[in-house]
Structure formats: structure tokens, C-alpha cells
């Protein structure tokens, strides 16, 4: 970053309902979201379930910075720098693994899956040397929510529990769809790489506005009830939890139908294990509502997306380009039901699939349009006569309303004001 650019005005940039071109834009803007957002606040980087054993590692990253995600000896999760603290070279070059040590390949250094310093070649060299202060740098602060682990680089700020805020109680709906109460992430990950800002993919996560045209395609070949959800006479709603998490709610469309795993297309009869697990796990009664309601579609800012089936993690590499990272969520104690999530997966978001493909073309062409400045404003103003507080005091708002957009762009303001 330039230290001597002046840091621009956000409130001349950032109203309400409408935002700068600019900020999708402007390098300068996401050299300054490295700072403020990827390297501060709470980042999602992985899954407990993704190195369950001791000594197991996958590398994974925050903002710009490659990550090892590893189990130490002792079952503690660390959240260690890719970068020897030798000659800066990778550490590990491996995507993922089970090993107590991990050796440089430039120079032989040594480290464990705790991150220490363990020895090095030629060890004459180093008379004297204190090992203890030579150990992988580390993410200052790591947190798990349900298995879910976050890092934040800042070593002081809001615990991960009053980041997520209300948000939480998704990540336990998720959960609470397994018969045993827990996520596992072990189908592998497909990568998306599209030529566009973050924040395109960050906000149409939780746009309901875009599907009746975007996705036409997959509802009409799919023949599925999904098209309704996203249709003008929807019931359900767009929620701004606060934070810049946000939800597209489709629990009261899924209410009206009254139907087991309507929201997942089938029936109890293609998935009698699961649906026998689940009354043995809750009960009747409450495996009935798990089962009517689903699994939620929610944004954890900045970048966990959970999307019924599919877990997304959006990561950046520059103002228009960024990565996509997505698999099928998986229940513990659910194979019939994980089968299924793998193979929709594979029709909706693989490589031929029918619905991330539109998605990724959609943001390219909107980073393309960026690029014509007009008066630069974006407008996210649809469904703002229309909002309320829920219950809970969430502003939400019909499905397709642009509730979701106004909520991140606030947040995002807040952290980007920030000194
Ligand atoms: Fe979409």
C-alpha cells in the first residue's frame, strides 16, 4: 500500500442504499481491506473435522497469507504461517497430511505441528541460537465455534461469540440436521476462480433477487420447488443479523409445505435411515421441525457462506480476482443423506454443474460493467420501504430485497473507518 494516499472519505462512498463502483474497483481500496477486514477481524479458515487427528494438517489461508491448519500432538489446533522463519520459503508444500514435523525444503529446518522449532542441518552453524524464539509466526487469536475455526490476526478485539452475534444460532441449525450434532468436512473441495471483486461473490450470496433469472435455467431442467422460493410472492425473507452476516431465510416456505426434507427435494421414504436416526437422535417431535425447516442459507462475513447443502469459502487474490472454495457439507451419522448432498453438489456447483457457473459468470460481467463509471453509484435501495425488526430485533425484509447488501456495506463502513 501507497502509506503517503490519502484514505478515502467512506461516508462519500458508502450511503445506505447505494455504494461506489470504485470500492470493486480501486486496488488502493483492497490493499486497505487487507488491512481493516482479512488481517482483523474474525476469518474463517477451516473445519476441526479437516485434521481430526493428532498431527494432521491442511493448508488453507487468510486474506493474502498461506495458513497450515494443524493438530499438534496434543489435539490443540494451531493456526501456523506457511513461511519458515529461516529464508521466508514455504514450510509446507503439501495441501494436506498427517505429520509431527514438517521440514523446509530450502534449508531442512524442523518444525512441529505445534509450530516450534525443533532443529536444523548443520547445526554447529547456529551456536548459541535460541530456539524457542524461531518458531512458525502464528495467527494470534484462534477460535471454534462447532467445529467451525476461525483466526483473527488482531491479538485484541471482539471474542469470536460477539462477532457471530445472532448469526451463531445458524451454524447450530446446521448442526442440529445431523443425528449425532456435528459437521464433518471430508468431500474435498472444488475451486472456482472467477475475475472478479470478493465482495461481488460476499453479496450474492444472499441475494434472492437474482435467482428467478440467473438460475432459470436449473429450476425449469431441475423440475424442483425451488424456483418459488425467490418469486415475488415468496414468504421468505432476507435478515441482516448484524456484524455483515446475513441470511436468506426460507424456513416460512418451508413451514407452509409441512413436509419432511421438502427443503433437501425428497421425501422420507428415499431416506428412511436418516429420517429413523434423526427421531432417535431428538424425538419425534423435534427431529420433525429440524426436518421441515432444513439447513440454513446464511453469510458469515467476510467469507463462510453455507448454502444448504454446500459449504463455500471465498478467498481473495486481488481487487478483481478471487477464489471460490466449495464442498458438500456432511452430517455425522447421516451416509444415506451425505450421499445425496455429494451428488447434488457435484449437479449444482462441479465442473458441469448448473447453478455456481451462472453465479461466476454474473460477477465477471459485473466487474466488466465496473469498469464504465457513469455517476459510479451501484443501488441497493430494493425493499427498503418494506423492512421491519423480527422477534429477534434482525431487520429483515421479503426475499428479494436488498436487506442482505445494506447490511454488509454498513458493517464493511464501520471496519474500513476504523484507524
Ligand atoms: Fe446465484
Not at 489446533?77 to 508444500?93: A, I, K, S, W
Not at 450434532?181 to 441475494?207: M, P, S, Y
Not at 428467478?212 to 424442483?224: E, G, K, N, P, R
Not at 458441469?352 to 443501488?379: I, K, N, P
Amino acid at each position: 500500500m501507497n502509506m503517503m494516499a490519502p484514505t478515502p472519505a467512506w461516508g462519500d462512498m458508502i450511503l445506505p442504499d447505494r455504494v461506489r463502483g470504485a470500492l470493486y474497483r480501486d486496488p488502493a481500496i483492497f490493499e486497505l481491506e487487507l488491512e481493516k477486514i482479512w488481517y482483523r477481524t474474525w476469518v474463517y479458515v477451516g473445519h476441526e473435522s479437516e485434521i481430526a487427528n493428532p498431527h494432521d494438517y491442511v493448508l488453507k489461508s487468510i486474506g493474502l497469507q498461506p495458513i497450515i491448519m494443524s493438530r499438534g500432538g496434543d489435539g490443540q489446533v494451531h493456526l501456523l504461517l506457511n513461511r519458515c522463519t529461516h529464508r521466508g520459503n514455504q514450510v509446507c508444500p503439501k495441501e494436506k497430511g498427517n505429520s509431527p514435523m514438517h521440514t523446509c525444503p530450502f534449508h531442512a529446518w524442523n518444525f512441529g505441528s505445534d509450530g516450534k522449532l525443533l532443529g536444523y542441518a548443520f547445526p554447529e552453524g547456529y551456536e548459541g541460537l535460541d530456539k524457542s524464539k524461531h518458531g512458525l509466526g502464528r495467527v494470534p487469536r484462534v477460535a471454534s465455534y462447532r467445529g467451525f475455526v476461525f483466526g483473527s490476526f488482531a491479538s485484541e478485539g471482539p471474542s469470536l461469540e460477539e462477532h457471530l452475534g445472532g448469526a451463531a444460532e445458524t451454524i447450530d441449525r446446521l448442526c442440529d440436521n445431523a443425528p449425532e450434532g456435528e459437521i464433518e468436512i471430508t468431500a474435498g473441495f472444488l475451486k472456482h476462480r472467477v475475475k472478479a471483486n470478493w465482495k461481488f461473490i460476499l453479496e450474492n450470496e444472499t441475494d434472492g433477487y437474482h435467482p428467478a433469472f440467473v438460475h432459470s435455467s436449473i429450476f425449469s431442467v431441475a423440475d424442483s420447488a425451488i424456483g418459488g422460493l425467490y418469486g415475488a410472492k415468496s414468504t421468505a425473507l432476507t435478515r441482516d443479523y448484524g456484524n455483515g452476516h446475513t441470511e436468506l431465510d426460507l424456513r416460512p416456505e418451508f413451514r407452509k409445505r409441512d413436509a419432511l426434507l421438502s427443503w433437501f427435494g425428497t421425501t422420507p421414504d428415499k431416506l428412511p435411515d436418516y429420517v429413523a436416526r434423526m427421531n432417535a437422535a431428538y424425538g419425534e417431535k423435534k427431529a420433525r421441525e429440524i426436518m421441515i425447516d432444513g439447513t440454513p442459507h446464511v453469510m458469515i462475513f467476510p467469507n463462510l457462506f453455507i448454502a444448504e447443502i454446500q459449504m463455500f469459502v471465498i478467498q481473495p487474490l486481488g481487487v478483481n480476482d478471487s477464489v471460490q472454495h466449495v464442498t458438500a457439507l456432511q452430517f455425522k451419522g447421516a451416509p444415506d443423506l451425505n450421499r445425496r448432498m455429494r451428488q447434488q453438489t457435484m449437479g449444482s456447483v462441479g465442473p458441469a454443474g448448473f447453478l455456481l457457473a451462472d453465479d461466476s459468470e454474473m460477477y465477471e460481467r459485473t466487474q466488466r460493467g465496473m469498469e464504465a463509471h457513469d455517476t459510479d453509484w451501484v443501488f441497493l435501495g430494493r425493499g427498503e420501504h418494506r423492512e421491519r425488526r423480527d422477534e429477534d430485533g434482525f431487520l429483515v425484509a421479503h426475499a428479494t430485497d436488498e436487506v442482505p447488501s445494506r447490511g454488509i456495506w454498513k458493517h464493511y463502513r464501520s471496519l474500513m473507518e476504523q484507524p
